[in-house]
């Protein structure tokens, strides 16, 4: 069966409709890839061997390599024998997650302790990461201000964390959130970043206070990468960064957190399920006309 759902996939990206020799060199070694045929860390033809194999010029068959470095699939360059990249560090942000989170709260301290966000979402250990966070009070300028309801020059705390592998270095995940001062200020464990990382992470912090979240809205854009930002996150040119904006509201209706969040394109599942209201009973059933 996994070899049938290999050969779809492979089927299902083909370049469409008359194909230029550049694409059908690319789409050969798609699917390769996709099959197994070709797998992580496995060297990619040479320009020469595929200039020789598809009897074309040596400028086309860079241009398909360059198809596939685009996609993320095969890494290389600046001298470096193409190979295979291998299957990055998948995060998945689902529907349950945020309640996922404010059932935690509720736990023991060491069940808190043991599960937090890279867990939830990475499936990894917070052990197998390198966590750095930092605080910083600023003044909320207007868009911010907007954002929480509150006068323009408010205190906001702003929170920086980054998780990354620890045996590659690699970053798993970044994130930015700001929150007013005057919310968490009676908790002054709230305010120092040595306390990070929180067990039981932003709802646990906002517990602590008697503030209870009664739903999260995310909204997701995108935005080009850097030079700097493909080396962070050993990303290929082309692929985007996803921006993840949250924002948390209360059982009082007040924006109390609100937190900007990145991903590569390439690497997060984004799953959002709409639940739909039944029709009520005795609904009116179709009937064709002149039925």
């Known amino acids: 069966m996994g070899a049938v759902i ?21 789409d050969d070694l798609r699917a390769k890839i996709v099959r197994g045929d070709l797998a ?30 685009g996609e993320g699939r ?23 997650l945020n309640q996922r989170q404010k059932d935690l709260v509720l ?20 052990k197998d990461t390198k966590f750095v966070n930092s605080y910083t009070t600023i003044t909320a300028n207007g868009d911010l201000a907007a954002e929480f309801g509150i006068p323009e020059g ?8 980054e998780n990354s592998r620890q045996d590659t270095g690699t970053r798993l ?20 970043e040595s306390k990070e990382p929180w067990p039981g992470g932003h709802q646990h912090q906002l517990y602590t206070v008697g503030i209870e979240i009664d739903r999260v809205e995310r909204s997701v854009g995108a935005r080009e ?22 924002r948390s509201i209360d059982v009082a209706d007040r924006v109390v957190e609100l937190s900007d969040a990145e991903y590569p394109a390439d690497r997060i599942d984004l799953v959002f399920t709409e639940k739909l ?15």
């Open 225 to 246: 990468t850097t030079p700097a930002d493909r080396a962070r996150w050993d990303m290929q040119p082309g692929v985007p960064i996803l921006r993840v904006r949250s």
């Open 173 to 192: 995940s970044w994130s930015q959130s700001y929150i007013p001062v005057s919310l968490i200020e009676s908790n002054h464990d709230l305010l120092d």
């Open 107 to 126: 736990e023991s301290a060491e069940d808190r302790a043991a599960t937090g966000a890279i867990e939830l979402t990475a499936g990894l250990s917070i």
């Open 154 to 161: 408010s205190e906001l705390l702003r929170r920086e964390y």
């Open 6 to 26: 290999a050969t779809m996939q492979a089927e299902a990206e083909s370049t469409p409709g008359v194909v230029p020799v550049h694409h059908q060199i690319a």
């Open 74 to 96: 095969i890494s290389g360059g600046a001298g470096r024998r193409a190979t295979v990249r291998p299957s990055m560090q998948r995060i998945r942000m689902s529907v349950d």
């Open 277 to 291: 209201n039944r029709w009520p009973e005795g609904y009116p059933r179709f009937v064709k006309d002149g039925e």
């Open 40 to 69: 992580p860390g496995d060297p990619v033809p040479s320009v020469n061997e595929l200039a020789k194999q598809w009897g074309c010029s040596p400028g086309t068959a860079r241009t398909a390599i360059r198809l596939l470095l």
